[in-house]
């Protein structure tokens, strides 16, 4: 290997990151990306929606038939076209970091840290799309009326008598550690080649 091409080249540093970052991926696909709790007086204890790559759980019935009195759609995992393939999408994004720690180039990594931050935006995007889908497409005969709205990605929200808090899943948030860990490897690496050169300079 000649000495361009060593110095385009991931420290091992950053390849053990790399795959560290990896098992968080796969780790995140098994576990919720998002939810959102209710409380009221009659339901103390609260009900929530549970939000996972690849379906939505938690007191979906309930949740639905109390919708139904303010004109909401119901919805289920088959609502959401994007949960068929998004865990599919997450498992590429840890096969794309082994093969980037493998090959060992920032350029490779640079790439792949784009993808994600697009990746992670059309999702948000995407939640707000829906949010707002079913917030203020209400049925005007339902049997109580509420101007439209568009609960929080992150927050509190009223509805009618319902408090709702808003919040990433644990998914959600190693998603976002293994973004940390590519945009630190980019920097790591980069420092350490500003480092060598100032060395060669000095000698």
Avoid at 14 to 34: E, G
Avoid at 37 to 53: C, H, K, S, T
Avoid at 68 to 81: A, L, Q, R, V, W
Avoid at 165 to 187: A, D, E, P, Q, R
């Amino acid at each position: 290997m000649d000495k361009k091409q060593s110095k385009r080249d991931l420290s091992i540093v950053s390849v053990i990151s790399l795959v560290v970052a990896a098992i968080l991926i796969v780790i995140a696909v098994q576990v919720p990306w998002w939810k959102m709790d209710f409380f009221a007086p009659q339901y103390p204890e609260g009900l929530d929606i549970i939000v996972y790559p690849d379906e939505v759980t938690g007191d979906i019935d309930i949740i639905n038939n109390l919708n139904h009195y303010i004109g909401m759609k119901e919805f289920n995992t088959e609502s959401f076209p994007e949960l068929q393939f998004l865990s599919y999408i997450a498992y590429g994004f840890a096969v794309l970091t082994l093969i980037v720690a493998f090959l060992r180039r920032r350029l490779y990594l640079f790439i792949l840290t784009i993808l994600l931050a697009i990746g992670g935006a059309v999702g948000l995007i995407d939640m707000h799309f829906w949010l707002k889908e079913y917030g203020t497409n209400l049925d005007p005969t339902a049997a109580m009326h509420l101007d439209p709205f568009v609960p929080p990605i992150i927050g509190k929200n009223q509805i009618a008598n319902f408090t709702t808090y808003s919040k990433f899943g644990l998914g959600g948030y190693l998603l976002g550690v293994v973004f940390l860990i590519y945009v630190f490897c980019l920097w790591y690496d980069r420092k350490k080649k500003g480092r060598k050169k100032a060395q060669s300079k000095e000698g």
